[in-house]
């Protein structure tokens, strides 16, 4: 059982449309983090959030942390070929310590020019 | 780049082997994490080493093993290999342990075929 369910499983869209992935469980994190992985590379962090309703912008990226902090999502504004990529959530469950971090399965995300 | 370094990129042996997975973290980290991706289980937290000391331990196998060295890099030990291990192996490198801002650089992976 994944503790992170990360949805869609996979994406494929045309530049310029917008898109929402979604990170949820039913764990309460102290904290959740983004990554993006390219193929054969390692996964690149992208933001941590770490409180209950925060939004962060990273240029054409929005993350936001549900007020429970069990669920999280990435939004990106009109998406360019350079979004291209697997997209991670990953987190710390609240009661387990900052050492063990919890991938979701993962996002892949295909934007056509 | 995020500054944490691995080797090989790719390597290739067969069952029963013995292979060894080396790792040099960001200048300044003292953690070490190592992970394993395989498509059928994604990215799974393997062991951490904090200066020197194992910290945690994930779904490690009993024939897989790791240390920390003085001079902080670190090594992934995996045994009697069989065709399942092959998968990306990466190592990632933190500043601290202590809160949830512990956030985590990965290498570029290790590649590992097992024939």
Redesign the interface.
């Known amino acids: 059982t994944?503790l992170l369910e990360q949805s869609p499983q996979f994406l494929s869209i045309q530049e310029g449309e917008n898109l929402t992935v979604y990170c949820n469980s039913s764990s309460v994190f102290?904290?959740l983090?983004w990554?993006r992985q390219e193929p054969?590379?390692?996964?690149?962090?992208l933001v941590?959030v770490?409180t209950g309703g925060e939004v962060k912008k990273l240029k054409r990226l929005t993350f936001q942390f549900g007020d429970a902090r069990k669920d999280s999502s990435l939004h990106i504004t009109a998406a360019q070929p350079g979004d291209t990529g697997l997209y991670?959530c990953?987190g710390?469950p609240f009661s387990g310590?900052?050492?063990?971090?919890?991938?979701?399965?993962?996002t892949r995300l295909a934007v056509h020019p | 780049d995020?500054g944490?370094t691995q080797t090989p990129k790719h390597l290739i042996t067969a069952t029963g082997q013995r292979v060894t997975l080396r790792c040099s973290p960001r200048s300044g980290d003292l953690s070490v994490?190592w992970y394993q991706q395989s498509l059928d289980q994604?990215?799974?937290?393997l062991i951490?080493y904090y200066n020197g000391e194992e910290?945690?331990k994930?779904n490690i196998l009993e024939r897989f093993s790791a240390q920390q060295f003085p001079d902080l890099h670190s090594e992934l030990n995996l045994s009697s290999l069989e065709l399942g291990d092959s998968a990306l192996y990466?190592c990632?490198s933190s500043v601290s342990?202590?809160?949830?801002?512990?956030?985590?650089?990965?290498?570029?992976?290790t590649?590992l075929t097992v024939l």
């Open positions: 994944q102290s904290s983090q990554y054969g590379e390692g996964p690149v962090l941590t770490v991670l990953a710390f310590g900052y050492n063990k971090l919890i991938f979701g399965a993962g | 995020s944490v994490y994604g990215l799974q937290f951490q910290r945690a994930g990466f990632a342990v202590l809160n949830s801002y512990n956030e985590q650089f990965f290498g570029p992976g590649r």
